[in-house]
Nanobody, 126 residues
Framework: QVQLQESGPGLVKPSQTLSLTCTVS??????????WTWIRQFPGKGLQWLGAIGSSGATYTSPWLKSRTSISRDTSKNQFTLQLSSVTPQDTAVYYC??????????????????WGQGTLVTVSS
């Protein structure tokens, strides 16, 4: 069974960099043809695709956040990370990591993904 777990600070100050890690078990992030993905959900709203890193190591980021978003991985720990710079209170959301077999850039439901973590709330506030 593939499991994903997000970790990182729950509170980030404005202008700082949000950094989250997704730890994967039950699968290798370098095997197969998958996209290890970051998504977020604003309070009371739908999902927003942030980016992904493929099993090959290729990265894909949202065009509307591209200058602020960085996705990387640590294959020795079977983890991949999201960094979002210059955060504002508008970045407050529940952040999810997920595995998918396609670049699902307009997700409607978290259940659309093959596997996903439980999500972590990140609040941007001073």
């Amino acid at each position: 069974q593939v499991q994903l777990q997000e970790s990182g600070p729950g509170l980030v100050k404005p202008s700082q960099t949000l950094s989250l890690t997704c730890t994967v078990s039950g699968d290798s992030i370098t095997s197969g043809y998958y996209y290890w993905t970051w998504i977020r959900q604003f309070p009371g709203k739908g999902l927003q695709w942030l980016g992904a890193i493929g099993s090959s190591g290729a990265t894909y980021t949202s065009p509307w956040l591209k200058s602020r978003t960085s996705i990387s991985r640590d294959t020795s720990k079977n983890q991949f990370t999201l960094q979002l710079s210059s955060v504002t209170p508008q970045d407050t959301a529940v952040y999810y990591c997920a595995r998918d077999n396609q670049l699902r850039k307009s997700p409607t439901r978290i259940e659309s993904f093959n596997y996903w973590g439980q999500g972590t709330l990140v609040t941007v506030s001073s």
